[in-house]
């Protein structure tokens, strides 16, 4: 057959080009296929218009080879995909005659219906198709460049006329030999011709892979591999086997029986659900892969198998693949092969050839399937046996992420961590439906043991197992794990009656035992943090001074630790902007410090190397005794490492404890200043147990941590009525072991200086707490004197604002107005000019001051100072908050004064509603109940009634029932109740 194109050879390109348009191409290729065809098959082949109608017409219950579609479909079905971007080409480029295109659909559909009445004609037919279309060129490729370029279009029209030619002359050929055409021998001619056919569309394609080069069009030339094995895995199928390539029925091998007590993993198997579902409505040549990747325990097996149970009407072919070892791989997958073999195939008997014809089925049948590679340990170990082609989906299960990680280049990953607690507490009440319980409420206890799980499977099946063999209650089995969870980790006998074989315990030693002496004692020093989030900083900002971790300063070393850990699923690594943390699973946590307590020394000397690093990060109390506002950002994100460490330091009260590190009472200390600061709730519960520590760590009776910590205990004791006197003691004390320390300093520093002037302040206010009013004025007055020689206000601003302000609370005590407003202006100034206005001191000293206000008739500045001071504290400190609490309170009582009732009676509302919720807050909840009843008994008796009953039941709780019985109900009474701080 001439082209359309003259012989290259013989004539310059350029001459031909410009000699041929192709219009007049299109308009000769159409008259030599109308040539070819005759008039009535022409008109045959144009009413095929599209691959819909050419696939319709094939499968049509009259048509001949639809009794052959079963048999023949896939590979039909593959031609069909191939010509539907030769067809977009012609479409693309000759818009004008779109009918041109109709022939190759119709030339397929009428050459396979006339094959398909006689016997293996349609195969052979099919076959021959399918070579023909493999050997074109990539249209999709040269897509965007055909309607621009001329010499691409030549040669696409050379290869549409080769096709088109082909199928008129294989018509021809079986509608000339209805007699003999089963005779083989009379097939060399129409082979001859598609050989040539073949040859002609090769050469035609290296020409436009050649005209594109010299376009310098981008194009990739190489055909995809997977199209071109799925191919010659069907050649090699057939005959004898395409009769297997679509089963007839749902095949199954899967060893493992449905759970059908399964709970929970909704979010995750719909995201296996949509993954897969995605993926196949993309239409992807490659099979779609899903990892689930956890701790062992964690459900993925069950997770897995769900899945497949589930969406088992979605899949023809659903098989579950041991990965335990590579010989229990290879014996499940050729299972697979000799469930889909005939009884009489090789593949019965040769392991090989049945995990050949595994693969080769999985790779060609357009049949859906399921495939699951459960406790994979090694991505190289599955690799040979995974589907780089074929319809289907694949969910492997693995404990280790450096084998999920290799498979992420073509599948998604899912990290499987606890249950949902509603999720987890359906699962223990599947276990013992009527748990026994007793002391904490029901809910609550269990919500709090599944927390300590953090919700993994295991460990709430063991758990469940456990209640039921020994009939104890949820309060005995949580005190069991408060105090020997090392037992219940190892308890055999509780998983007898599980489906799952192993501990908690073996669960995570089978990780842990694969890490370096360094990487699992590393993983003890994380484990005493709070491992929700382990910020990276914590851990490589002071190893240089840890012994142990120093190698973590090296960056190469941290990441190769973090590493192994991550490969192990020990942590997982998050990525929050630039900074890296560490997650830990609860479970892990406790086996990690299990390991630790199983060698005392070692666990004594992680505790002492955690509270090192964290010291290091901690902010520290100003050593000017300046206030810490500016760095309570910083203090909150390491609270809760300092929450862990401290829970997990327990030291007995009272008693020297030579284990205990130094860095943990520096830490406390510390803590408990900003905890005073900031007003935390429990910060008094947590100063007192500080105490203790330094106690424990003290460096002789000069200690100055121990009286830093005295001085925070004295300061949180002085704002409750009953802790008073103990405040001011507590202030003394830290006055005592400040002069012990002066008196054995030789040359005190600036900073050992004013915080000897601090001290005599602060043993001032105790004495102004306790109304001790001249000794109050000297210990202020000797302190302010001393700050003197060491600076002025100019230099020392919050110092001296420190002062003034408590001079300004002893002439407010003695109803010296003037001057307490001159003392607190001053102080105010003072503290806002240098720490500024969101400062908690400075809040503290503009209050004072807008209440002087207030009492010197100046109401309008009172209240722009009240509500700007109210403002600051429910941005800074919180809606909750103790300070934020009293400034509601003063601005009822300015309400009050100005007769704004309602905003006086909602204001102290609000402050109720906070005193409410911070511990110790009786006095402060007494005076303004007493405040509510004055401001509602002449309009709503009852209520007033109520809180009247409320403020006596708050003051008998402070002052005992004998002298409530001897108080009178006035103001003055209910504020004597009140330290000043919290007036």
Not at 302 to 326: M, P, T
Not at 348 to 356: I, N, P, W
Not at 497 to 504: G, I, V
Not at 694 to 716: E, F, I, P, R, W
Request: aromatic share 8%; net charge negative; charged share 25%.
């Amino acid at each position: 057959m001439a082209q359309i194109l003259p012989n290259t050879q013989a004539h310059s390109p350029g001459l031909q080009m410009q000699a041929y348009s192709p219009q007049k191409a299109w308009e000769t290729a159409v008259k030599r296929a109308r040539r070819e065809l005759k008039p009535k098959s022409f008109a045959t082949l144009l009413r095929v218009a599209n691959y819909e109608t050419c696939l319709s017409e094939l499968q049509a219950r009259n048509n001949a080879f639809a009794a052959k579609w079963p048999r023949l479909g896939p590979v039909v079905g593959r031609v069909l995909d191939l010509l539907k971007t030769f067809d977009v080409a012609i479409s693309t480029c000759c818009q004008s005659h779109p009918e041109i295109a109709c022939l190759v659909w119709g030339g397929v559909q009428i050459v396979l219906t006339v094959a398909a009445k006689y016997r293996d004609c349609a195969r052979r037919m099919s076959d021959m198709f399918e070579q023909l279309s493999l050997s074109m060129p990539r249209f999709e490729d040269y897509m965007r460049y055909f309607p621009t370029n001329d010499r691409l279009q030549l040669r696409l029209i050379s290869v549409f006329e080769i096709f088109v030619i082909f199928c008129a002359r294989a018509f021809k050929f079986l509608s000339s030999r209805l007699l003999t055409a089963i005779a083989w021998a009379t097939w060399s001619s129409l082979d001859q011709k598609l050989t040539k056919a073949v040859e002609q569309i090769k050469e035609i394609k290296g020409e436009m892979e050649n005209e594109a080069r010299a376009a310098n069009i981008g194009i990739g030339f190489e055909r995809e591999t997977a199209a071109k094995k799925r191919h010659q895995d069907v050649m090699a199928l057939l005959p004898a086997a395409v009769n297997r390539v679509r089963l007839v029925e749902s095949t199954v091998l899967v060893t493992e029986t449905r759970n059908g007590a399964f709970i929970g993993r909704a979010n995750e198997l719909k995201i296996l659900f949509d993954y897969f579902s995605s993926s196949q409505a993309e239409g992807k040549a490659e099979p779609c892969v899903v990892t689930i990747c956890g701790l062992g325990g964690a459900g993925k097996t069950q997770l897995a198998l769900e899945y497949l149970y589930q969406n088992k009407l979605d899949y023809r072919g659903r098989f579950w693949i041991r990965a335990e070892s590579q010989e229990i791989i290879q014996h499940d997958f050729a299972m697979i092969g000799r469930l889909l073999s005939m009884p009489n195939d090789a593949v019965v008997t040769d392991l090989k050839k049945a995990v050949q014809m595994a693969s080769d089925w999985l790779t060609t049948t357009d049949d859906k399937w399921l495939l699951v590679f459960d406790n994979v340990d090694n991505a190289a170990d599955i690799r040979e046996y995974l589907p780089t082609v074929g319809r289907g989906s694949v969910v492997v299960t693995t404990q280790d992420r450096d084998t999920a990680d290799r498979l992420s280049q073509w599948s998604k990953i899912v990290l499987l961590e606890g249950m949902q607690k509603t999720d987890a507490a359906a699962l223990l009440q599947q276990i013992m439906p009527d748990i026994p319980h007793e002391g904490m409420p029901h809910d609550n206890l269990e919500a709090t043991i599944i927390d300590e799980f953090g919700g993994l499977p295991l460990a709430i099946c063991q758990m469940g197992s456990y209640i039921r063999q020994t009939q104890c209650t949820l309060s005995q089995f949580y005190d069991i794990l408060q105090s020997r969870s090392d037992r219940f980790y190892c308890d055999t006998a509780s998983i007898a009656t599980l489906s799952y074989t192993k501990t908690l315990a073996q669960c995570c030693d089978m990780s842990i035992e694969l890490l370096s002496e360094d990487e699992r004692y590393l993983l003890g020093v994380i484990a005493l943090f709070q491992i929700d989030e382990v910020q990276e900083e914590l851990i490589t900002h002071g190893c240089r001074s840890v012994a142990r971790l120093q190698h973590l300063d090296d960056a190469w070393n941290w990441n190769s630790a973090i590493r192994d850990l991550s490969k192990h699923m020990l942590v997982t690594v998050m990525q929050k902007k630039s900074q890296r943390s560490l997650h830990m699973h609860r479970v892990l946590k406790r086996r990690a410090l299990h390991v630790l307590e199983a060698e005392p020394a070692r666990r004594t000397q992680a505790f002492r190397d955690a509270a090192i690093l964290l010291n290091a990060v901690f902010p520290k109390r100003p050593s000017d005794g300046g206030t810490m506002t500016k760095l309570w950002g910083l203090c909150e994100m390491w609270l809760p490492h300092v929450l862990s460490l401290r829970g997990a330091s327990v030291p007995s009260k009272g008693q020297p404890n030579e284990d205990t590190p130094r860095e943990l009472a520096e830490i406390l200390c510390n803590c408990s200043w900003y905890m005073w600061e900031r007003g935390t709730q429990h910060a008094f519960e947590f100063a007192a147990h500080a105490l203790d520590v330094c106690k424990q760590t003290q460096h002789g009776d000069d200690d100055t941590l121990l009286s830093d910590m005295y001085t925070v205990v004295g300061a949180l004791k002085m704002v409750s009525f009953q802790s008073q006197r103990e405040g001011a003691d507590a202030f003394q004390e830290a006055l005592r072991i400040r002069e012990r320390y002066m008196e054995k300093t030789d040359s005190p520093s600036l900073d050992e200086r004013r915080l000897m002037a601090n001290s005599y302040n602060n043993a001032g206010v105790g004495r102004l707490i306790l109304r001790e009013y001249p000794e109050a004025t000297r210990l202020i007055q000797k302190s302010l004197a001393l700050k003197l020689t060491l600076g002025n206000e100019a230099t020392m601003p919050y110092d001296f604002a420190v002062s003034f302000y408590n001079l300004c609370r002893i002439d407010m005590e003695q109803g010296q107005v003037e001057e307490a407003k001159e003392h607190c202006k001053k102080a105010l100034d003072l503290a806002e000019a240098c720490n500024g206005p969101d400062d908690y001191r400075t809040n503290q000293f503009r209050f004072t001051y807008a209440d002087l206000l207030v009492e010197s008739g100046e109401w309008e500045d009172a209240f722009a100072l009240h509500k700007q001071t109210l403002d600051i504290r429910t941005r800074v400190m919180g809606n909750e908050n103790n300070d934020t609490a009293v400034s509601y309170y003063g601005l009822s009582c300015l309400y009050q004064k100005r007769e704004e009732f309602a905003n006086a009676l909602t204001s102290i509302e609000n402050a109720i509603k906070i005193f409410e919720k911070v511990p110790g807050a009786e006095d402060r909840l007494a005076r303004s109940y007493f405040r509510k009843y004055l401001l509602m008994k002449t309009s709503q008796e009852d209520e007033a009634s109520k809180a009247l009953s409320a403020a006596k039941r708050y003051r008998k709780i402070l002052v005992g029932e004998e002298q409530d019985s001897k108080d009178t109900d006035t103001m003055e009474d209910y504020n004597l109740l009140v330290s000043y701080y919290n007036r």
